[in-house]
């Protein structure tokens, strides 16, 4: 799927993206080229292969070096209070936020 002149002028506009005619020429080239890289990666046999956790671990065993759980910062209604203090709306020590799904 390659991009038009076009395509690359509207999603230029509905990011608020001013480019000159080069730019546009350029940013078509390397978004083509980016469309190109993704069909690619899409047409390889993946049938079997185990998904990674990290790239590395093909090579040599991963470990992830985690952080032990603890408490690092005290609590107090005081320090409560007064982070609500900013938020718009409160009930009970909660922020309240507008529904945004109906």
Do not use: C, Y
Request: charged residues 25%; without cysteine; negative net charge.
């Amino acid at each position: 799927m390659a991009l038009t002149e076009n395509d690359v002028s509207r999603l230029a506009n509905l990011a608020r993206l001013e480019l000159t005619s080069d730019a546009r020429t350029h940013v078509q080239n390397d978004l083509n080229s980016i469309l190109s890289l993704i069909e690619k990666l899409q047409a390889v046999d993946t049938t079997g292969v185990e998904p990674l956790t990290h790239p590395i671990s093909t090579l040599e065993e991963v470990t992830l070096r985690l952080r032990e759980d603890r408490v690092t910062e005290s609590a107090s209604l005081e320090q409560r209070d007064a982070l609500l203090h900013a938020a718009p709306a409160t009930q009970e020590g909660l922020f309240l936020v507008p529904k945004v799904i109906e």
